[in-house]
């Protein structure tokens, strides 16, 4: 797990859907899906229930978000500051 694939994950939050946090990231659809399939088999649960519709998080993936949003904000705090 990095910073950069718990920002591609709430990224995925914000907009509920892979297809369209991939465009605002700049990336590919399936480089997202690979990314997020590579953090759901290293902590062995999954984050999101995939449909037509879009993403819903899982319980798992609530959890992570509460998390994430603070650890990228701790992260952003920190790079700012050592660029300053």
């Known amino acids: 797990m990095d910073i950069k694939t718990l920002k591609y994950f709430l990224e995925i939050c914000k907009y509920g859907s892979f297809s369209k946090a991939a465009k605002n990231l700049y990336i590919s659809q399936?480089?997202?899906s690979k990314s997020i399939?590579?953090?759901?088999?290293?902590?062995?649960?999954?984050l999101f229930y995939r449909n037509s519709n879009g993403s819903e998080l899982t319980k798992y993936?609530?959890?992570?978000?509460?998390k994430a949003i603070s650890i990228v904000y701790?992260?952003?705090i920190l790079t700012e500051g050592i660029k300053e």
């Open 74 to 76: 701790q992260f952003d």
């Open 30 to 32: 399936q480089g997202l």
């Open 61 to 66: 993936g609530e959890y992570l978000k509460d």
């Open 37 to 46: 399939s590579t953090l759901e088999k290293e902590i062995d649960v999954p």
